[in-house]
Each structure stands twice: as structure tokens, then as C-alpha cells.
């Protein structure tokens, strides 16, 4: 059966995560230090893409199935928990690597899954909703979606450590960071703005001037400019978003003038 055209973005997103998979798998048979590797690829590529994949399933295609005949239903809800079972998954991998392990059987299960979810929406749950819901189809239009740019960031999907996504406008940055337990940014001082630090999830110790802080989810502080500031993620790591006024350019600035 021919994809609808509403669906072929979607089929694109799965021939791309099957040769992920089997990248990933391929390496589970690997060394250390070629597990690792291939570990933290695939992370990137589940973080910058299959999280995205995800969302719009859940958010567009899969509600257009509701009102459909069974066993829509049904397909639906395991497509559902295959995608919780695969971000867990894929978040047992990151632990693993921030501990500086990859381990073969967790690489080896994960790429399974993956390509038995995919195999569950290309030879069922998609060609169900292309007879069962073809009107639904014609309106859901992800390419256009797509090229005109999504603005809704899952701030929680990016796996990693460091900074994970950033964004600015002409009037703000925005930051992504996630730390392991114990980590964090050093002692510094910012002179130029205000930071605001959003607490997504964990725990930090935020120490300003010398003073310590605890932080959890939820938890809102401003670094004010000109203060000593150091972050340090609590034992299970911390997630947060860093936003502030964009800075300006660099500038070659006059030479001052002397005085006469």
C-alpha cells in the first residue's frame, strides 16, 4: 500500500532509527570504547530526533485514531508503551555511559525493541489509519509542520551531560544543562546579566558568595550579575534551564582619551 502523504515524514523518521538500531547493535559486539562511542551516538540521535518522532505521534497522529474501528485501540496503546519502555531504555543507556559503562545486552535490547516498534506501525497501526481514518490524514500535514519549525521544545527528552539545547532571540538566551551527581560549573563570577536557573529535575547545591542553597525540581533562583555562583548536582543529577538577556556582539571599543 502506498504511504499517505501525511505519514511518509513519519516512515522517513523510521528508516533513519532501523540504521540506527542496527548501528547500535552491531556494536554491542564491540570493545569498551566502541560501545561507548556508539552509545553516545545514538543518544544524540534519540535525543535530536526520536524524541520529536515521539511527540508528534502522540500529540497528532495517535488522537486521530480514537473514533477509528478496532483493533486501532489496541495498536495504539502498545505503540504508547513501546514508547515509554524505549525512553527508559534509552535513559538506562545515558546512566550507563555518564558511569562509564556500555553494556552489550542493554545496546542489544534496546535496538531490538526499537525495530520491533517500528515493524508494529509500518506493517499495522499505519496502514489501519490510512483506511480507517483517511480525512484525519489529509489534515495532519507534518511536513509543513515540520518546515515551518515546531516551536515546543520537550526539555526533558535530551539525553546527556553538559549542555544539551540552547535557542536565542533577538532579547534572550536559553540554556539546557544536566549534570551527574557531583557535577556542576566551577566558581565564577558573571559580570554582564542576570541568570535565571529553572530547576527541571533533581537536586543542586547553589552556592552564591559563599552561601550554599539547596535546590530541587521545581525550584526557581536568580544569579545576579557581579555575585561568585557555583553549581553542584545532588546525588541523583540536575536537569535546569538558564535563561537570560541575550548578550551583544563583541565590539572593538575606543581607545580612551587621554587626558590633556
Known sequence: MKR?????????????????????????????????????????????????????????????????????????????????????????????????????????????????????????????????????????????????????VDLLAPLGRGPLWGAETDDFNATLLAWGAGEGTPDHVNAECDVLMLVLAGSAAVTLDGDSHAVRTGDVVILRKGHARRIAAGPEGVRYLSVHLRRGPLRIAAAPTEAA
Open 4 to 152: 499517505h502523504s501525511s505519514l511518509v515524514p513519519l516512515s522517513h523518521d523510521h528508516h533513519h532509527a532501523l540504521s540506527e538500531a542496527r548501528r547500535l547493535r552491531r556494536a554491542a559486539e564491540g570493545d569498551a570504547a566502541a560501545r561507548r562511542s556508539a552509545v553516545a551516538s545514538f543518544l544524540r540521535f534519540f535525543s535530536e530526533e526520536t524524541a520529536r518522532h515521539f511527540r508528534e505521534e502522540e500529540e497528532r497522529l495517535f488522537p486521530s485514531l480514537v473514533d477509528a474501528p478496532d483493533p486501532a485501540e489496541e495498536l495504539v496503546v502498545q505503540a504508547l508503551l513501546d514508547h515509554q519502555h524505549l525512553r527508559a531504555l534509552a535513559v538506562s543507556l545515558d546512566r550507563d555511559l555518564a558511569a562509564g559503562d556500555a553494556r552489550a545486552e542493554a545496546m542489544r535490547e534496546l535496538a531490538e525493541r526499537l525495530e520491533s516498534h517500528i515493524r508494529l506501525e509500518e506493517r499495522r497501526l499505519f496502514p489501519l489509519a490510512q483506511e480507517a481514518v483517511p480525512a484525519a490524514l489529509d489534515k495532519l500535514d507534518l511536513t509543513a509542520a515540520r518546515s515551518a519549525g515546531d516551536p515546543v
